[in-house]
């Protein structure tokens, strides 16, 4: 699962329903005010989820960034997701070292398509999160058979270019629903004090 959502009308406010019906159909200035509480946590909820995901290289591409939120327009709600952006953001220049020389180093030239992938920039790297969210296959490149590359303690694999696989994370789903059950009670305490204050005014 790569998006969780919140929406509160649903599921925060349930208490509160009427009042807060009652106060929308009659006071449009409410539903701005909903939104820009729920705008504000639901980018609270998201830097707690960035702030979470570790990597083993301290992430020099900054790829925990493109976690994403949505905020909707037509019902009182938002959510956070791993999902690519609609919109390309630049690209980044780091470089990580090479070693061409060495023993099983970076011998082959890059291809165009990695060579793109390695320059995207964080906000657009979400395909990486969810490789690591949900893991991959077992990944192979293509070599010319030489009788001459035998199995050997750095060579397990001769001839078949194996690049192994990614086992599942499976980090999204625990970081998400934290976040957003942390969110979901500080928007019912902001809105239950909103609604009082929206009442104490009407009467």
Not at 162 to 177: K, L, P
Not at 195 to 200: D, E, G, R, S, T
Request: net charge positive; charged share 30%; no cysteine.
């Amino acid at each position: 699962m790569y998006m969780f959502k919140f929406e509160a009308n649903e599921s925060v406010i349930i208490e509160q329903k009427q009042a807060l019906e009652a106060a929308l159909s009659s006071d449009p200035k409410t539903q701005k005010i909903l939104r820009r509480i729920i705008r504000a946590e639901i980018f609270a909820a998201r830097d707690e989820v960035v702030s979470n995901i570790k990597f083993k290289n301290g992430d020099p591409r900054g790829t925990a960034r493109a976690v994403r939120t949505t905020v909707y327009k037509k019902i009182l709600g938002a959510n956070i997701n791993i999902f690519n952006s609609r919109k390309a953001h630049g690209s980044n220049d780091y470089e990580p070292q090479r070693y061409p020389s060495a023993r099983g180093g970076n011998r082959r030239k890059r291809s165009e398509r990695t060579a793109t992938m390695m320059s995207y920039s964080p906000l657009d790297r979400g395909m990486i999160l969810r490789w690591q969210d949900s893991g991959t296959r077992e990944r192979e490149i293509a070599f010319t058979t030489n009788d001459r590359r035998k199995a050997d303690k750095w060579n397990k694999h001769p001839n078949s270019g194996y690049r192994g696989s990614i086992s599942a994370g499976d980090f999204f789903r625990s970081y998400g629903e934290r976040a957003i059950g942390r969110m979901s009670d500080r928007i019912s305490y902001i809105i239950e004090n909103e609604l009082a204050n929206i009442m104490n005014i009407k009467n």
